[in-house]
T-cell receptor, first 112, second 114 residues
Framework: EDQVTQSPEALRLQEGESSSLNCSYT??????LFWYRQDPGKGPEFLFT???AGEEKEKERLKATLTKKESFLHITAPKPEDSATYLC?????????????FGAGTILRVKS | EPEVTQTPSHQVTQMGQEVILRCVPI?????FYWYRQILGQKVEFLVS????????KSEIFDDQFSVERPDGSNFTLKIRSTKLEDSAMYFC????????????FGDGTRLSIL
C-alpha cells in the first residue's frame, strides 16, 4: 500500500529563516509526486509536480527536490504570507486511475 | 485563472437524509475526482470519473455514494443516507487528462451531519 509521511508536523519560523519540509514515500512505482499548499478553510492549491529522482522545481521562495525515497520543499527567506499547511501527495504506477495518496501535511507558521 | 467551484460551502443535514454536493470543474478538464478530509486527518481519495463512468473508487466509496455528471458543466456527489461519520470537508478536483497532470481542487463543501 502506498504511504506518504511528512515531517515535521508543525514548523515555526521567523521571517527570513530558511528551512526544509520533508516528504517520505513508499509506492509501487512513482508516477508523480505533488506538492500542494492549503490555507485554512480552503482546498489544496497546486504548487509542483516532480516525476523522477534528481528533478527540481522552483517558484518564488519555494524549491522542491526529489530523490528515490523522499522529497524536500525548501523555503528560502520565508514571509508571513507563506504560512499554510503544505501537503505532499503521490501517484503510483500500480494504480490505473489518477488517485493521489496524501500525507498528513506540515503546518508552517512564519512570524514577522 | 480558471478554478473549480463547489456549492454549497457548508451543508448541515440530519442523519439519514440524502445530500448532494455540487462541483463545476475547470471547463477543458476531462477527469474529475472527489476527496474528503475529516477534521484533523489526511485528505482521502473517494472516486475518479472519466467519460461518464467511474474509473477508480476507494473502499470508502460504498453503495451509499454515487457520482454523476448531469450536464456539460456540473459534477455531483450524492450520499444517500448520511451517517454521523460522513461529516467532513468534501473536495472536488479536476485534471486535463490522465498521467502526471496536476489535479486542481475546489475550496470544498463542509458537510455536518447532526
Amino acid at each position: 500500500e502506498d504511504q506518504v509521511t511528512q515531517s515535521p508536523e508543525a514548523l515555526r519560523l521567523q521571517e527570513g529563516e530558511s528551512s526544509s519540509l520533508n516528504c517520505s514515500y513508499t509506492v509501487s512505482g512513482l508516477r508523480g509526486l505533488f506538492w500542494y499548499r492549503q490555507d485554512p478553510g480552503k482546498g489544496p492549491e497546486f504548487l509542483f509536480t516532480l516525476y523522477s529522482a534528481g528533478e527540481e522545481k522552483e517558484k518564488e521562495r519555494l524549491k522542491a527536490t526529489l530523490t528515490k525515497k523522499e522529497s524536500f520543499l525548501h523555503i528560502t527567506a520565508p514571509k508571513p504570507e507563506d504560512s499554510a499547511t503544505y501537503l505532499c501527495a503521490v501517484r503510483s504506477s500500480m494504480e490505473y486511475g489518477n488517485k493521489l495518496v496524501f500525507g498528513a501535511g506540515t503546518i508552517l507558521r512564519v512570524k514577522s | 485563472e480558471p478554478e473549480v467551484t463547489q456549492t454549497p460551502s457548508h451543508q448541515v443535514t440530519q442523519m439519514g437524509q440524502e445530500v448532494i454536493l455540487r462541483c463545476v470543474p475547470i471547463s477543458n478538464h476531462l477527469y474529475f475526482y472527489w476527496y474528503r478530509q475529516i477534521l484533523g486527518q489526511k485528505v482521502e481519495f473517494l472516486v475518479s470519473f472519466y467519460n461518464n463512468e467511474i474509473s477508480e473508487k476507494s473502499e470508502i466509496f460504498d453503495d451509499q455514494f454515487s457520482v454523476e455528471r448531469p450536464d456539460g458543466s456540473n459534477f455531483t456527489l450524492k450520499i444517500r443516507s448520511t451517517k454521523l461519520e460522513d461529516s467532513a470537508m468534501y473536495f472536488c478536483a479536476s485534471s486535463k487528462r490522465q498521467g502526471n497532470q496536476p489535479q486542481h481542487f475546489g475550496d470544498g463543501t463542509r458537510l455536518s451531519i447532526l
